[in-house]
């Protein structure tokens, strides 16, 4: 049996005064490191200001004054723009003609616009997402280490996923504008193969931690590799694997109203011009309208990840 030290004795003092020395030398540390970080940023931020005409500290105080001009002259008019009804203040200019640009259905229907460029932001971000599923699912086990014995495979696949996720969607999709042209084409491309790398790296990683006893089974009665992968390994991931697939569609609604503003289609190009010339209605619109997208696809992916989880996965234990 181990007998505890008295707690005036010598053993205790010392290890007390170790521990105060070692906290206070991990304070000091601590602080000399915020200090170093905080150091940087001011001489970096100082460097920038002088080495360009932005001259940030001087415009600092009309920090607002961007803001001001896009608030509309009417709230009525945000509505009047998000539904495509005329505003009693039309003047003729692009400021006000709510009404131009709504997208004819047939048969005297149509939808607005806004809502149409929203729906093709949307459907970017689906066919990017399930295109990166795909690509994701059919490479993660090739990257695997329990499910793939070789390593100049696991070697290749996992630095082609690298490069897949190593440049911004908007770079790529600057790339494929080129060969594609402008639109939504190069978006679903450039999202695409962006999503086939984040989620492969995702879903290999989750493989790695899977319980390899199915896997052992199926050897054991002589199943070829993409038997085991069927039914050994597939059946305990797939729930994580469409979790991580909604977590990626919320992501992609964004990057796609982000290439949008470049060209990609879809509403981001609608709101770049807007905030650019200074259309308080239609700006306003079109952030609710986004706001209101990314919140829904949000409470959806999440309803969806419950269900294929399980409850008990969200709940807090005390």
Same mark, same amino acid.
């Given at each position: ?114 809502? +149409?460029? $929203? &729906? ?7 066919? !990017? %997402? #399930? =295109? /990166?599923?795909? *690509? @994701? ?106 979790? +991580?697939? $909604? &977590? ?7 990057? !796609? %109203? #982000? =290439? /949008?503003?470049? *060209? @990609? ?54």
């Amino acid at each position: 049996m181990t007998t505890l030290a008295p707690a005036g004795s010598e053993t205790v003092r010392t290890v007390d005064a170790a521990w105060r020395r070692l906290a206070a030398q991990r304070r000091l540390y601590s602080i000399l490191g915020f200090g170093g970080l905080a150091l940087a940023l001011v001489l970096s931020m100082w460097f920038a200001d002088e080495s360009n005409a932005g001259h940030f500290w001087d415009r600092l105080p009309h920090l607002f004054d961007f803001l001001s001009w896009l608030i509309p002259h009417d709230w009525a008019d945000v509505p009047r723009a998000l539904f495509d009804l005329p505003s009693p203040a039309d003047n003729g200019t692009m400021e006000y003609n709510f009404p131009v640009g709504r997208a004819d259905i047939g048969a005297g229907f149509y939808i607005p616009e806004y809502f +149409y460029l $929203m &729906l093709t932001t949307i459907n970017v971000a689906v066919v !990017s %997402t #399930i =295109i /990166g599923f795909s *690509g @994701g699912l059919l490479l993660c086990f090739l990257a695997a280490r329990n499910m793939m014995p070789s390593a100049p495979v696991r070697f290749a696949v996992r630095r082609t996923m690298e490069i897949l996720r190593a440049f911004p969607e908007i770079v790529i999709a600057g790339l494929f504008a080129a060969v594609l042209s402008i639109g939504p084409v190069a978006a679903i491309v450039a999202v695409g193969l962006h999503t086939i790398g984040a989620l492969g790296k995702l879903y290999f990683e989750v493989i790695e931690n899977i319980d390899m006893k199915p896997d052992e089974g199926l050897k054991a009665v002589g199943a070829n590799w993409i038997e085991r992968v069927r039914f050994g390994a597939l059946p305990q991931v797939m729930p994580n694997f469409v979790s +991580y697939a $909604m &977590l990626r569609l919320e992501i992609n609604v964004r990057a !796609s %109203t #982000i =290439i /949008g503003a470049v *060209g @990609g289609g879809g509403i981001g190009e609608e709101l770049k011009l807007s905030i650019s010339r200074g259309f308080g209605a239609k700006t306003i619109a079109l952030i609710a309208l986004l706001l209101t997208t990314v919140v829904i696809v949000d409470q959806l992916s999440a309803y969806v990840r419950r269900k294929l989880v399980g409850d008990a996965a969200f709940l807090i234990h005390g």
